[in-house]
């Protein structure tokens, strides 16, 4: 599962409030389980805020953003930095001259000594009485530029550029400078590479196959053979298991099942229910929470809802968890 | 509400989460996080509370379970229990009473806009606490507007040499970073103004 358009659009959808049921359960149980894609949905998220900001999108997708996302304090206090920061940004131009370093141009990566440079200058503007100090060494920085222009054009090692004919005492102060540079450099590439690789990974993580839930089809009041009870077997570290409830008929807009223990006692409870209509006829699928399916028996009760009445018993699925 | 977590029960959840308490803490921390933001999903009340709940039973549940929890990764199960939170905080909701000395609603609170001055001045100071490439960086990647933008940041991707999707990545980090240190600098400060930040 990379950070692909398809994953984006899953994250969007789960944001903005338009994931079905198990698509969300499914993707919740990653977003716990899994750091990366967890970092992906705070990316989407930063985004999401960015084109609010904008006014971009549909009118909807403001509406469902403000109701699914902007509804804690946290949040539009997030809202609220990424609106300064937009402002901030906007405001580089404005700034005075040498206040904010220039954002750079070229298509190569500024050299570390331009930002060293930027600031030994400014300094130089505001603080006349260092003037002789800091030129002095902007001279010395000067020739680390050139190095280091070296060591970037030609991947050249610095201690081979030449220094013969330097003073002893510069060549040293520039070799240990040089080295420094080296060291500064060799850490950005390690933090550059370092980068790219959580990048790939991330890209590998979010297109590798995930365990399945499992899913478990339930016919309605019906025990097997030998007045056996239907038996599941929960595979462990699967954190949900679908059971698939089957219906005679699907008679109503929406549904609510509720999971018992054999004393009657309610364990669990889900409403908002939708049948689906598959080949094999309609049911109703519920995404149950494994650690609530130790070994025992169980029974599930399918209730019909329907606008402003009570809820009409529909099905129960008994069932029974043996051990994996 | 249930009972503390004693110390030794948290030690032995910290040492189910990583092999040294600093690493172990910080996954704490992680998965402490994520859980607000899916208790936040769900619309919970109280996100912070859930997730600290939560956090607290797995660490029960898997010290009566001992050797028996076969799991290689508690973080699954501790999603579990997270569903179970989540239910009892809806019944929760729907069964709390007012309490009787309640006499409505109390005078409000400073208002979220009232912040904005101390946090812009906030944001300029965590700003500077950023190394110069990242600041440029990140001012960069909000710089200009929508096609422009869009340039801009395959521009910024080149001259980091990486791709569009690590640079997303990299300015979420340098976001999250600014975010904690606003937060921070904000509540050091009280909403009284920009001229108390230091």
């Known amino acids: 599962m990379r950070l692909t358009p398809d994953f984006e659009r899953t994250l969007r959808r789960y944001v903005l409030g338009g994931l079905d049921d198990d698509l969300r359960v499914e993707l919740e149980e990653l977003l716990i389980t899994d750091p990366d894609a967890f970092e992906a949905l705070g990316v989407i998220e930063d985004e999401l805020l960015e084109e609010y900001l904008e006014k971009a999108g549909s009118a909807d997708e403001r509406q469902s953003f403000e109701r699914r996302f902007l509804t804690s304090p946290e949040r539009r206090r997030r809202l609220g930095i990424a609106r300064a920061l937009r402002d901030r940004a906007s405001r580089v131009d404005e700034r005075p001259h040498g206040e904010t370093l220039p954002a750079p141009t070229s298509t190569l990566r500024p050299p570390v000594w331009a930002e060293t440079l930027g600031g030994w200058t400014r300094s130089l503007r505001r603080e006349p009485a260092w003037i002789a100090l800091a030129a002095v060494l902007a001279v010395s920085l000067i020739g680390n530029v050139w190095l280091a222009s070296r060591y970037h054009a030609q991947g050249q090692i610095l201690a081979a550029t030449p220094t013969a004919a330097m003073p002893p005492e510069s060549t040293g102060e520039l070799t240990a400078q040089n080295r420094e540079l080296q060291a500064r450099l060799g850490q950005e590439q390690q933090e550059r590479s370092k980068a790219e690789s959580r990048a790939s990974a991330l890209e590998a993580q979010l297109g590798r196959p995930r365990t399945p839930v499992p899913t478990f089809a339930l016919a309605a009041g019906l025990l097997r053979a030998r007045g056996a009870l239907p038996r599941l077997t929960v595979p462990p570290d699967v954190p949900v298991v679908r059971l698939r409830l089957e219906l005679a008929e699907n008679a109503y807009p929406s549904y609510r099942a509720t999971l018992h223990d054999p004393d009657g006692g309610e364990i669990w409870a889900v409403s908002k229910l939708r049948a689906v209509e598959k080949a094999e006829g309609p049911a109703v699928v519920v995404a149950v929470p494994s650690e609530l399916l130790p070994r025992g028996d169980y029974l599930v009760k399918l209730s019909g809802l329907r606008d402003g009445a009570e809820p009409e018993a529909v099905a129960t699925y008994p069932f029974r968890v043996a051990a994996p | ?198």
């Not at chain 2, 921390?29 to 859980?35: D, G, M, N, T, V």
């Not at chain 2, 440029?136 to 991707?157: D, N, P, T, W």
Request: hydrophobic share 35%.
């Open chain 2, 1 to 198: 509400m249930s009972e503390p977590l004693r110390p030794e029960q948290f030690d032995a959840f910290l040492q189910r989460l990583g092999p040294s308490r600093e690493l172990a803490g910080s996954r704490y921390e992680q998965l402490r996080r994520r859980l607000m933001a899916l208790f936040n999903y769900r619309g919970c009340a109280h996100p912070e509370e859930l997730a600290d709940e939560t956090l607290d039973r797995a660490a029960r549940r898997l010290e009566e379970m001992g050797s028996e929890f076969a799991g290689s990764d508690p973080a699954r199960f501790v999603y579990g229990v997270a569903w179970n939170v989540a239910r009892e905080s809806f019944r929760r909701l729907s069964a709390v009473p007012l309490p009787e000395e309640w006499e409505g609603p109390g005078p409000p609170s400073p208002s979220e806009s009232d912040g904005e001055e101390l946090e812009k001045a906030c944001l300029d100071r965590c700003l500077d606490r950023l190394a110069p490439a990242e600041r440029r960086l990140v001012l960069g990647y909000f710089e200009g507007e929508r096609s422009a933008k869009i340039r801009r940041r395959s521009e910024l991707a080149r001259e980091q040499g990486v791709s569009l999707n690590a640079l997303r990545l990299r300015i979420h980090r340098l976001n999250v970073r600014l975010r904690e240190c606003v937060v921070h600098c904000m509540s050091q400060n009280g909403l009284t103004g920009a001229e108390s930040v230091p």
